[in-house]
């Protein structure tokens, strides 16, 4: 059970770097909630974080990096696993999840039947401001996921690895299978839920494509109407699916709905001959997984001592369980802040891409003088550093850290933005990440990690790479290994098609780790700089033993 990842790995080091594609605006309410309303609620502080945005491309926009410290993580971790190892405190907090999460759900409905258009500018940022308040009150307690998870891994792994705790485990067994027991979640996924939503649409999309001799649907892509007049099944099942699951695809950059065509290309994307065959197959193979781990879990728990096994039950209930809801929640909620960041675009003539890169703070302002606001949003394009510390930041090696220049940029204290953008931020950048290592580029052609799920067969698989920041642009052929910062709902089609995962971040809890368990799916996670050390088209070899992977090739063009 022992790690065998080195030191520059991410539980070895003082900074968790939590890297995604990103918007201020977007991202902005969950970073204000990790902050005061926290603190308020549960009495301490969330662990210190610092935000950093750059530019990737017009296209794809910011790239976050967001780091956590992983010490202070794990002790708010717990704290808040002792809290919830009381039955009065677990009560509590349920019925402050049930009223957050709904008041935010019922606020979503309403402000998704306005007419937005016909609300005037206060009228407007007065529904931005009090839904936004909403969203901090529902993400301060859908925060506690990620410490919970850190600490509940923790204790894990020191029972596992010392010698009376590894005695006790199940003999014979390998250390992922022991893991994978151990961290299974006890409710299922709503990927899952999602994929049999699907996968009635793929029994009709497969006929509708038999009878078309496999040229029809393609070339009724983008005519909804004839696809109406022609296959009237399918379309009102794809209208239904996308209905249903419209913020499927959203993520902190892109909060779009998605349309009843794009069900259906994701459907043809899948490259299978039998669309619902490929989704059925996944779901009983999923659904099979899960009972062989219910079975070794009953036995895991068995060996485990009072406090781990408490601790587990608490990590599968408030760990991966609330996370999943917390995404339910948080993406439509996205989708409908990024409407009202629309219609200012409409109004103020202003991209909406840019109008993404103020921060929820900012907003009415720019509403009032959306003017003062062009210059900055164009320098914007190119990065913008931001600390959000509605939290103190006056340790010693925090100060000495952010000490890297006296060009305007200070030392941010409690309910205080500091921010650098265009040039200024690239400076800052420059010098941040010499003190950081914020954008390290991995050491030489290989990277290590933690295995998830190993191949059905041998240890070792090989296969061409492509990494992808942005499923929505980028294009994952079948049989490719997936390369990816973290992994989101938004890449479930890369994910079924991808070979083999191979994450920068995220724990044994994380959405890579539960999707790929889910999926049968190869997956090292943890790697840190996969993203950057290989590049799309690299023919790369994974050694699920040695939990590295290594370029074996030159690269080739990618696709």
Not at 75 to 101: M, N, T, W, Y
Not at 269 to 289: F, K, P, V, W, Y
Not at 384 to 398: I, S
Request: proline share 4%.
């Amino acid at each position: 059970m022992t790690d065998q990842r080195d030191e520059s790995t991410i539980r070895e080091r003082v900074w968790f770097n939590w890297q995604q594609p990103a918007s201020p605006l977007l991202l902005g309410g969950t970073i204000d909630a990790c902050g005061q309303p926290f603190r308020d609620f549960f009495g301490f502080p969330f662990f210190t974080s610092i935000i950093y945005y750059r530019t990737l491309d017009r296209d794809r926009g910011y790239q976050c990096s967001w780091l956590l410290r992983i010490g202070e993580g794990e002790a708010c971790g717990r704290l808040l696993v002792d809290a919830l190892s009381v039955p009065s405190f677990q009560a509590h907090l349920d019925q402050a999840i049930e009223k957050s999460f709904g008041a935010l759900g019922t606020a979503g409905e309403e402000l998704s039947s306005l007419d937005l258009e016909r609300l005037n500018d206060d009228e407007l940022i007065g529904r931005f401001e009090d839904f936004q308040r909403l969203f901090i009150d529902f993400y301060r307690i859908g925060a506690i996921t990620e410490p919970v998870t850190w600490h509940v891994e923790r204790l894990f792994r020191e029972f596992a690895d010392d010698a009376e705790g590894a005695a006790n485990l199940p003999q014979g067994w390998s250390g992922d299978r022991i893991e994978a027991a151990a961290f299974m979640t006890s409710e299922e996924p709503y990927a899952l839920e999602i994929e049999r939503s699907l996968a009635v649409v793929a029994e009709l999309f497969d006929e509708a494509n038999s009878q078309g001799a496999g040229g029809d649907l393609v070339e009724l892509a983008g005519d909804w109407d004839a696809m109406q007049r022609r296959h009237p099944g399918l379309a009102t099942a794809a209208s239904l699916h996308a209905e249903s699951y419209p913020w499927k695809a959203n993520n902190y950059r892109v909060a779009k709905a998605i349309g009843e065509m794009e069900v259906i290309a994701e459907l043809q994307a899948m490259d299978a001959e039998s669309a619902q065959e490929h989704l059925r197959s996944g779901i009983a193979n999923t659904e099979g997984r899960r009972a062989s781990m219910s079975e070794d879990r009953a036995r895991i728990l068995a060996a485990c001592p009072p406090t781990v096994r408490s601790a587990l039950r608490i990590g599968d209930r408030y760990g991966s369980g609330l996370a999943d809801r917390r995404k339910a929640t948080m993406l439509p909620a996205l989708q409908l802040i990024d409407s009202i960041a629309r219609e200012l675009a409409r109004r103020s003539g202003v991209e909406h891409g840019l109008i993404l890169n103020l921060t929820p703070g900012e907003m009415s302002e720019f509403v009032r003088s959306p003017e003062a606001y062009r210059e900055r949003l164009e320098r914007r394009r190119e990065a913008l550093v931001l600390v959000q510390a509605p939290f103190p930041l006056d340790d010693a090696e925090m100060s000495a850290r952010l000490r890297i220049g006296a060009e305007g940029f200070r030392l941010p204290r409690k309910d205080d933005t500091s921010l650098a953008e265009g040039p200024d931020a690239l400076v800052l950048l420059d010098r941040i990440d010499a003190t950081m290592g914020l954008f390290r580029h991995g050491k030489g052609d290989e990277v290590s990690g933690t295995v998830i799920v190993r191949p059905q067969s041998g240890s070792i698989l090989e296969g061409r790479c492509r990494v992808i920041s942005d499923p929505r642009i980028d294009r994952l052929e079948p049989a490719e290994i997936l390369i990816a910062t973290s992994t989101t709902p938004d890449f479930m089609p890369a994910i079924r098609n991808a070979s083999a995962l191979l994450v920068d971040q995220g724990g044994t809890l994380s959405h890579a780790a539960l999707t790929s368990r889910e999926l049968g799916k190869p997956c090292i996670i943890g790697t840190v700089h996969a993203s950057s050390v290989f590049r799309s088209g690299d023919l790369l070899r994974l050694d699920f033993d040695a939990c590295t992977a290594i370029a074996i090739a030159e690269s080739a063009d990618a696709e």
